[in-house]
């Protein structure tokens, strides 16, 4: 496996940086008082998006892809804060605290030539 240095994986500082966008948004959550029910039950529902994988793994990658990139999350974000909508705002933090800890355990985006290949492999 190829390192930054000497000592730690590459895929180390990925999962790292995973971890600290779990937090980052999380804590940011916590700091508007949100509920924390709604967090619980929206935490996997960008998990929805792989469905796409029900019609070929073209359609599940981008579907996936596109419930799993930070631009959706940060798009809802942005929209929410612009309309003032704290509901969209809450959904936008919960959808970036999923992709977090999707990367901090190892879940990349997706290749369309299979679910397991990610791009977290191709680094």
Known sequence: MKTMTNFIPLRIYLQLEGLAAFAAFTVVYRAYHFSWWFYAVLFL?????????????????????????????????????????????????????????DRLMGYGLKCDSGFRDTHLQKV
């Open 45 to 101: 529902v960008p998990d929805f998006f792989m469905l796409g994988y029900a019609l070929n793994r073209r359609v599940g990658a981008i579907t996936y892809n596109l419930g799993h990139t930070y631009v959706s999350a940060a798009l809802v974000l942005g929209v929410g804060f612009l309309l003032g909508s704290m509901s969209m705002v809450a959904v936008g933090l919960i959808w970036g605290a999923h992709i977090g800890f």
